[in-house]
């Protein structure tokens, strides 16, 4: 067989791109990178924020690493992958994104610098994975203890949470208002627990942020149904009904022939009746409050009005369930089985009007296990931010009584961690210490960044803050304001510590998975029928094989 003869072999689709080796490693790494430093100026108190504007031109003003990638739109492979670091972090912890991002991305920046000089890839995995472990350990062993009755550390993270977004303001208020909602969520039966869907966040524009208010209870976007009902109820006894109070049509398509015009008035008579019936048994299980899941015939509007009776229709499932946690009340499928003991109770249920729209506020229940925090702002933009920010702040409070560990912030866990992990390279032998080194180095980054957001000199500050850890400061980090070095433990910069150990994890795994690959391959699409590709001749093998 001549040369002449040998034919390419095409074993991938046309048009699919392949790109391995060292090449692969590069784009993966530059990706990731960039990704970084689009969300690095946004660390810290005195970071910036961007402005999203989406293919329908809706505008997002943040500075919440995780809203940021989302909004993106990132199409690059590796890239997604850093989005979902901050995916994870958002839903394990609910803040810190931007911190595990930047981090995933100075890991593999670190990286590359051991692949040029000839470090195998999988050595440096191994290298991080040892890192990672100890990394675990030494936060563990740094961090203090909090209990619930720290309210003042407690309201310190919330606060440090909300530092640099734009509740930052009212950030004392909502700092109180967040480490109340969640301790009258949680739950101390089999240790803590706390489900942050009990907090509802409820924003309304209009007023200013320092507006805002927790409601013992929930707020509902419904209005009462009929004019004539009382506009507030003191002592409410409240029914939640999950099926609708009109006359049930047919399940079957049934026909009724009416003859003569009395045989019509009885119809409509007996129709009257089953709805008055229907308003009779909530009469007598004495509710004076009923939240309907389903519609509310006008017939029965007009007797529950009667009665003296607020009643809201088609409240959303989540409300209902909100409002059973809150009032202690069941929610009745039927009418007939409606009794006192199933309904809940509140010291009030009012209508009231905020900003141009009608709400229903179920406030002083006792100990309910479902709030609402009203959130107020002067425009769209500006609340979304707020929400955002008052989302994270209970996340981490949340994080810290879950984990019963806090430590400080400023950039001073990072520098304690790296030191600690200098040291530990110490006692390897071979080319992972290398790659420990890497990723003490690479854990610097958040000091570094702080600093750098901030207008300050990074090698100054850093050089300050490892000068001061030597000393057995283990809470020294950045006062971003003054430039100065502090004790952030005493200014009451203090972060959960699983918002670190979350950071370290999943940014350590991703960079270890992205270092791993050595070759990319594209599809485009290509031959999707499955049949030869370009080149082949029809009926098989080409000619000379």
């Known amino acids: 067989m001549t040369d002449q003869q040998v034919q390419p072999i095409f074993i991938l689709p046309e048009g699919s791109q392949r790109t391995s080796g060292k090449n692969a490693q590069r784009t993966n790494i530059m990706a990731a990178k960039l990704v970084a430093e689009t969300v690095r100026t946004t660390l810290g108190p005195k970071g910036m924020d961007k402005m999203l504007v989406d293919s329908l031109g809706d505008v997002t003003v943040t500075n919440d690493g995780v809203t940021i990638l ?29 911190t595990a991002v930047i981090l995933a991305g100075e890991l593999l920046k670190s990286a590359e610098r051991l692949l040029d000089q000839e470090i195998h890839p999988t050595v440096i995995a191994k290298g991080y994975r040892i890192a990672a472990e100890k990394a ?61 869907d009990n907090i509802k966040i409820e924003k309304k524009v209009g007023s200013s942020v320092d507006d805002s208010e927790l409601i013992q209870g929930i707020a509902i976007d419904k209005e009462k149904v009929h004019t004539g009902m009382p506009r507030q109820v003191k002592n409410a006894k409240i029914a939640l009904i999950d099926s609708a109070v009109e006359v049930k049509s047919t399940e079957t398509d049934a026909k009724i022939q009416i003859n003569d015009p009395n045989q019509m008035q009885a119809f409509l008579d007996q129709e009257e009746k089953m709805l008055k019936d229907m308003v009779e048994k909530v009469v007598k299980s004495n509710a004076n409050v009923v939240f309907c899941q389903k519609g509310i015939d006008d017939v029965a509007q007009h007797f529950l009005a009667k009665k003296g009776i607020y009643a809201a229709r088609r409240v959303k499932k989540s409300d209902m369930e909100a409002l059973a946690r809150a009032t202690g009340g069941k929610v009745i499928t ?21 900003g141009d729209e009608d709400m229903t506020l179920v406030k002083e229940c006792k100990n309910p296990k479902s709030v609402t925090l009203l959130v107020r702002g002067a425009t769209e933009h500006v609340i979304d931010e707020v929400k955002r920010a008052v989302e994270d702040a209970i996340g981490d409070v949340s994080a810290a009584l879950k984990n019963n560990k806090v430590v400080a912030g400023a950039g001073s866990p990072e520098i304690e961690l790296a030191r600690d992990l200098r040291k530990f390279s110490e006692s390897l032998s071979g080319r992972e210490q290398l790659a420990v080194q890497a990723f003490a180095d690479s854990v610097e980054i958040i000091p570094r960044t702080l600093a750098e957001n901030a207008g300050l000199d ?88």
């Open 70 to 98: 989302e909004e993106m739109n990132i199409e690059h492979p590796s890239a997604k992958m850093i989005v979902e670091v901050a995916k994870t972090q958002e839903d394990e912890v609910g803040d810190g994104t931007t």
């Open 136 to 196: 675990q350990d030494i936060l563990n062993r740094i961090a203090e203890n909090v209990t619930e009755k720290d309210d003042d550390v407690l309201k310190n993270i919330a606060i440090t949470a909300m530092t640099g977004k734009g509740a930052e303001s009212s950030k004392e208020k909502l700092g109180e208002l967040a480490v109340k909602a969640v301790k009258q969520v949680m739950d101390k039966e089999n240790g803590v627990f706390i489900d942050k």
């Open 334 to 354: 039927n009418l007939d089985d409606l009794s006192a003991s199933d309904l809940g109770k509140a010291g009030v249920v009012e209508e009231v009007k905020i």
């Open 458 to 545: 990074p090698i100054d500050i850093l050089t300050e803050l490892k000068a001061s850890h030597d000393k057995g400061k283990k809470w020294s980090g950045i006062d971003v304001f003054t430039g100065k070095v502090i004790d952030a433990w005493a200014k009451g910069v203090l972060e959960p510590l699983k918002i670190k150990t979350q950071a370290v994890s999943s940014a350590s795994e991703v960079a270890i998975m992205i270092l791993r690959i050595d070759d990319l391959i594209a599809s485009s699409g290509g031959d999707k029928a499955g049949g030869m590709p370009p080149g082949m001749p029809p009926g098989g093998m080409p000619p000379g094989y």
